[in-house]
């Protein structure tokens, strides 16, 4: 199913053609710089599984986006529902994970904002938020585009202690 488009990106269900590019997605070094380790295939394919769970649950989730013209898969942009113990949580996140040869070329920032508008007219969302390890400067620069506002930073529970990615800056948005 798709679900909406922009000018240049399709956002679409999930098929098992795409298993292979994400396991290599989520193996590469750069695409998971900011992350505690690239997966390992066991790893993808779990994470596969509960991106297809969430769907079933929630009616949203980490949305597959393929280029229009081409039609080649190049990572995800999407909602999740974010559980780990923190003072804004449980709530709704937008995330995002391309491929590397897609960097710089302003998808997350299209396909984000096109989320966005899609989670709060159609989805009916209120609020949403997005966090990163504070030295993902890539990703904040994304969050402030789509226009959020940063509301704070925090030390992500789930990051391990003495990490550079533990410290974490939070953006926050309403519809």
Same mark, same amino acid.
């Given at each position: ?85 923190? +003072? @804004? &949580?449980?709530? #709704? ?10 960097? %710089?070329?302003?998808? $997350?920032? =299209? ?18 938020? +997005? @966090? &990163?390890?504070? #030295? ?10 789509? %226009?959020?506002?940063? $509301?704070? =930073? ?22």
């Amino acid at each position: 199913m798709v679900y909406f488009e922009t000018e240049r990106l399709r956002f679409r269900d999930w098929n098992r053609e795409d298993l292979p590019q994400f396991r290599k997605m989520n193996k590469d070094p750069q695409v998971m710089q900011y992350f505690p380790a690239p997966l390992e295939d066991a790893e993808t394919d779990a994470f596969f599984d509960r991106i297809q769970n969430e769907f079933k649950d929630s009616g949203y989730g980490l949305y597959a986006v393929e280029l229009i013209e081409s039609g080649e898969f190049i990572g995800f942009i999407g909602f999740h529902e974010a559980s780990f113990k923190a +003072s @804004f &949580t449980p709530c #709704i996140e937008i995330g995002w994970r391309l491929k590397a040869s897609d960097f %710089g070329k302003g998808y $997350a920032t =299209e396909g984000a904002r096109a989320c966005l508008d899609y989670g709060f007219k159609v989805l009916k969302f209120t609020e949403v938020y +997005s @966090f &990163t390890a504070k #030295i993902n400067l890539p990703s904040e620069r994304v969050m402030q585009k789509i %226009g959020m506002t940063k $509301a704070g =930073e925090f030390e992500h529970p789930n990051v391990q202690e003495g990490s550079i990615l533990k410290a974490h800056v939070l953006y926050h948005t309403k519809a």
